[in-house]
């Protein structure tokens, strides 16, 4: 490929990818406090993908990457006993500058991208200095499990290599130029990583760039208008691209005017060191070759797939549904459609592109996102340095001890790319956590702890065969809710006020240990469920039936559930789409006005759908498992 060519294919791309992240992104609104529990000294760390933004930029705060429409997934972690952290790195940097910056924002220092690699692209030495490291203690007794999405696994993968290995290159370059090196590259740090997780990472590279390359010159020059624009403006603290190396910056002693002038010479596309070129076929696979299987590190992959296979042509399209979190996102079909349909080519660097490659999550191949392969062969392998398998397929349930130095590859799951991390058209907020949770279990379960296995269902009064079985099973998988008694349900029993703002909680995750008194005269300090109705309270969930009485004993009404969910979907950063057409309840005048607008908001969002009568019955009473399928769908 011409160096004209792979340049104005990365602009494209650029344009496009930056159109669709941000489109994804709008939806997330603010998250959960997160608490102080932790479950093992040695922390997760979240590395975002392209276009992503980490918990240095202000608007992981408002917007959190990890959890953008399902409410902060660290925040979440947090109050389960993990400790987490959401790294920031360049969003359209290379995975060579991404791991560089991933090191120095862990250990606290100024990156350094090193002297060779700085003068073989044309940019700057040193970028960002982080003053504090992301957290204290990273070492070998500290040891980080890295959780990387989208271009993050690739980061990961490279940062783990440089870490262990070092970069012998950058070390003789810095020697010659009478410098020192990073300690980065000095290596030497492998068991500085206990493990390694990878979701939807494109370990190969993407179709996507070759499938959808037309698309004009001007959209993609506005987009690198935008970063210029926004590296320099006082926004560039709220979302940085982190491209100081390029010279997009601001310099304390320079004028606006001066900086602009310099900045708007600035292409930093044209130096072949960004993330698009690094997300390529040949180039992933160039990548791969000079990084090991490490023996000590732990290693998970998660791939996704949300298309079906067309049984006149045999290509895949994208998934659609009635019900959002069961399709694809609608901004991801058209490029989805064109991975779905590209097969039988070749790469410029020769790689043959056959049918394996058409299944994918909108973004990136499904077979991709399985392991690791190199150009040595044309194959599907992923093999250790000593040319053994270095892979195995896990059915994730299955008894089983994990070992440090194989690629585990989970299940495919049924989702688009930015499901994974709670994007627009996510998941519910039950099934992304229940994703997390599952995902850290199977990472804290290599400590020595015994693997866990699928608790066996235990209530007999709800068989599978009964409509809302697979809601209360997802709810009892994840703690929320238990049983009348060790055998039974009770799924058409009635709920009351205090029991489902005791699932509320248990949905979120929450430490109500500190919620010890209240406003409510007629909940008692030492009841079961005082914690719950105070917790619910001081977070504006509920407001009482009156200022001085909350009726915990009473049966909940359909539209008391309805304004509950939505103020709690409101205060921890949950997003209710909009997928299903309005309707107007037969009985809508009977809803009341404090209810009216919840009730209104979750039948656009697929959590309620009334009855079947057309009604919507306000002040009849929920059961059990009516209580439990609105959690579910949330």
């Known amino acids: ?72 997934l660290p925040d979440y972690l947090a109050t389960q006993g993990y400790e987490t952290y959401a790294a920031s790195v360049g969003p359209l940097s290379s995975a060579w500058d991404r791991a560089c910056e991933l090191y120095a924002q862990l250990v606290g220092a100024r990156t350094d991208y090193g002297v060779k690699h700085a003068q073989d692209f044309g940019h700057e030495r040193y970028g960002i200095d982080y003053e504090t490291p992301l957290f204290d203690g990273w070492g070998t007794e500290r040891a980080v499990n890295l959780v990387g999405h989208s271009f993050g696994g690739a980061t990961t993968r490279l940062f783990l290599e440089i870490l262990t290995n070092g970069c012998p290159e950058e070390v003789a370059a810095a020697k010659a130029a009478g410098v020192e090196p990073s300690p980065f590259f000095l290596g030497d740090k492998g068991d500085w990583v206990h493990s390694l997780t990878a979701i939807a990472a494109p370990h190969n590279g993407t179709t996507f760039i070759e499938a959808n390359s037309d698309f004009t010159k001007l959209a993609a020059d506005l987009t690198t208008a935008a970063a210029k624009a926004l590296g320099l403006s006082s926004l560039k603290g709220v979302y940085d691209f982190q491209l100081d190396q390029f010279g ?23 130096h072949n060191d960004n993330a698009f070129l690094d997300l390529t076929i040949d180039k992933s696979l160039e990548i791969n070759k000079g990084i090991a299987i490490q023996p000590n590190v732990y290693y998970f992959s998660y791939a996704g797939d949300q298309t079906s296979t067309d049984p006149l042509t045999g290509n895949h399209c994208p998934t659609v549904s009635a019900i959002p979190s069961n399709g694809m996102c609608a901004l991801m079909m058209p490029g989805s459609v064109n991975m779905g349909k590209y097969y039988d080519k070749y790469t410029a660097g020769g790689i043959y592109i056959d049918q394996s490659w058409l299944p994918n999550d909108g973004l990136v191949n499904t077979v991709s996102a399985f392991y690791p392969t190199t150009t040595d062969k044309n194959t599907t392998e992923c093999l250790k340095r000593d040319g053994t398998q270095g892979w195995v397929n896990y059915d994730g349930y299955s008894d089983i001890t994990f070992r440090p130095g194989i690629w585990y590859v989970m299940p495919v799951t049924r989702a688009d790319h930015m499901q994974f991390v709670g994007g627009i058209a996510n998941k519910s907020v039950i099934e992304t956590h229940l994703f997390y949770l599952n995902l850290m279990d199977d990472i804290y379960s290599t400590y020595g702890s015994v693997q866990p296995t699928e608790t066996p269902f235990p209530f007999t009064d709800v068989p599978e065969s009964r409509w809302s079985y697979p809601y209360i099973q997802q709810l009892y998988d994840a703690g929320v809710v238990s049983g009348t008694s060790a055998a039974t349900f009770e799924p058409t029993a009635v709920v009351t006020r205090a029991q489902f703002v005791t699932m509320l909680a248990g949905l979120q995750g929450a430490d109500v240990s500190a919620y010890t008194s209240g406003r409510f005269t007629d909940v008692p300090a030492n009841a079961w469920y005082a914690p719950y109705v105070n917790w619910a309270a001081d977070n504006g969930i509920v407001y009482g039936v009156s200022d001085t009485e909350f009726a915990p004993d009473a049966e909940i009404t359909r539209q008391d559930m309805a304004a509950m969910l939505c103020r709690y979907a409101g205060q921890f950063g949950i997003q209710l789409g909009t997928g299903n057409p309005a309707i107007t309840f037969t009985d809508e005048a009977d809803i009341a006005d404090y209810a009216l607008p919840a009730v209104q908001a979750l039948q656009r969002a697929g959590v309620i759908s009334g009855m079947p009568d057309g009604s919507f019955r306000p002040r009849d009473t929920a059961t059990r498992e009516q209580a439990c399928v609105m959690l579910c769908l949330l």
């Open 248 to 270: 997009i910056r601001r310099d304390d002693n320079e004028t606006f005017a001066q900086a602009l002038d310099r900045v708007l010479k600035s292409d930093f596309l044209s």
């Open 1 to 72: 490929m011409r160096q004209g060519e792979n340049h104005e294919k990365t602009r494209r791309l650029l344009c496009l990818l930056l159109t669709l992240v941000l489109a994804l992104s709008l939806c997330a609104i603010p998250a959960a406090a997160a608490d102080d529990q932790t479950r093992s000294d040695d922390p997760v760390v979240f590395v975002h993908g392209l276009f992503g933004w980490g918990q240095r930029d202000k608007i992981f705060r408002i917007m959190p990457y990890w959890g953008m429409t399902t409410g902060s």
